[in-house]
């Protein structure tokens, strides 16, 4: 039998964002915070079941890999990026600020991520 153990990654710097305007697609660059980096270092004394664990699968955000490569500092295991493995992402990326992007996931969380068939998309 296989077993997964899903591990989201650590806070993500979204200040990092902001000070840079990063928009679109360079939004996949936003590190750690410290805390983050910290959330990280805690993992496998939280869960030491993942001792036993034969690869880490990533996403390729930079804050997903770095939480892959803190946690794999202690497994010494192979990382495999999965680049299909990522957020809901809307189908017309338009998004400039932290308040649109919470339009759309509160949208998304409403419908259970599926748009509804009666209503125009943003």
Known sequence: MTTFYLIRHGEAD???KEERN?????????????RGVQQAEQVLSCHPHLQDCELILSS?????LQT?????RSLSLPIKVEYDLHEWTPDNWQAA????????WEAYRKHNGL?????RKI
Request: net charge negative; hydrophobic share 45%.
């Open 115 to 119: 748009h509804p068939a009666h209503e």
């Open 14 to 16: 979204w200040a990092f």
């Open 68 to 72: 892959s490569a803190i946690i794999n």
């Open 97 to 104: 600020s932290v308040e649109e992007l919470m339009e759309l």
């Open 22 to 34: 990063l928009q679109h697609a360079l939004r996949d660059f936003v590190p750690l915070t410290e």
């Open 60 to 64: 390729p955000y930079t804050r997903a």
